[in-house]
């Protein structure tokens, strides 16, 4: 089970026809029923139920935890004030249409991986939060808080949407160099990176191969080797070592230095 939080300003669902046009727009298709206290959102087999919840995120997680996304880098985006959310949860075995021509036409399915039931849920995340007009996204996994319209945009434009699955600290070093740390990728059943990259004006380069890391091992599914390389260019091929985190010595993450 997975579950998220839409940062709303009131307690209300989100309508069919709102739902509907939003599902449309990021090419999903829901089975719409009502139950008891919320809805029962059908997804290719599994079902995201979602409840409506006065009231902030208990402990004030969401909010402590905003700092940690992209959207919020440099001051870009703070999570503005949220009296309530709706709740989402993801039960069930999701499925999906295998590879190859034969198999599209047969009708034939699979149990989809858990790369694949995570961005469709996401995907869903994000037409709930367009449908509400939502403040806010907390992915409590990581944990961290969105902006809503990256959230939906990222969703939107990218298979897989790790960036909205797991949180980024970024840390200034000595000598200019900027560190960065991953949170959230034990939901994934790997080990957080830690890389340690370049002067600040070469930031949007170190982001985007932080994420390609972290995007190869999660596809392969199994954490990198000490002494692996991993290519970032034909010049380039920074290589893994293990270490304690600078945000817990009990735990364990892979590094790399460029």
């Not at 999701?94 to 995907?123: H, V």
């Not at 902006?147 to 200019?176: H, M, N, R, Y």
């Not at 990259?197 to 930031?203: R, S, V």
Request: net charge negative.
């Amino acid at each position: 089970m997975s579950q998220v939080s839409v940062l709303t300003a009131t307690p209300s669902l989100p309508s069919r026809s709102a739902l509907e046009s939003a599902a449309r727009d990021l090419e999903i298709e829901l089975d719409w029923k009502e139950s008891a206290g919320g809805l029962a959102l059908g997804v290719n087999g599994a079902t995201v139920r979602v409840t409506a919840i006065p009231g902030p995120v208990p402990n004030a997680e969401a909010d402590t935890s905003a700092f940690l996304s992209l959207s919020a880098v440099n001051g870009r985006w703070r999570l503005g004030k949220h009296s309530s959310h709706l709740a989402l949860t993801l039960e069930g075995t999701m499925q999906t249409k295998p590879a190859g021509l034969i198999n599209r036409l047969s009708g034939a399915t699979r149990s989809a991986t858990k790369l694949e039931c995570l961005s469709q849920f996401t995907r869903v995340v994000a037409a709930v939060t367009r449908a509400v007009s939502g403040i806010g996204v907390h992915w409590a996994a990581a944990p961290v808080t969105h902006a809503p319209d990256f959230f939906s945009q990222v969703a939107k434009d990218t298979t897989l949407p790790l960036p909205l699955w797991i949180g980024v600290s970024l840390t200034p070093e000595p000598g200019g160099r900027t560190s960065v740390l991953s949170f959230g990728m034990q939901q994934l059943a790997l080990p957080d990176l830690l890389l340690h990259g370049p002067a600040a004006d070469e930031l949007p380069d170190t982001i985007d191969f932080f994420f390609s890391a972290l995007a190869t091992v999660a596809e392969r599914e199994r954490a990198p080797e000490e002494g692996e390389t991993i290519p970032r260019s034909l010049l380039s091929r920074p290589r893994v070592s293990y270490g304690p985190s600078p945000v817990d010595a009990a735990v364990r993450v892979w590094k790399l230095d460029l």
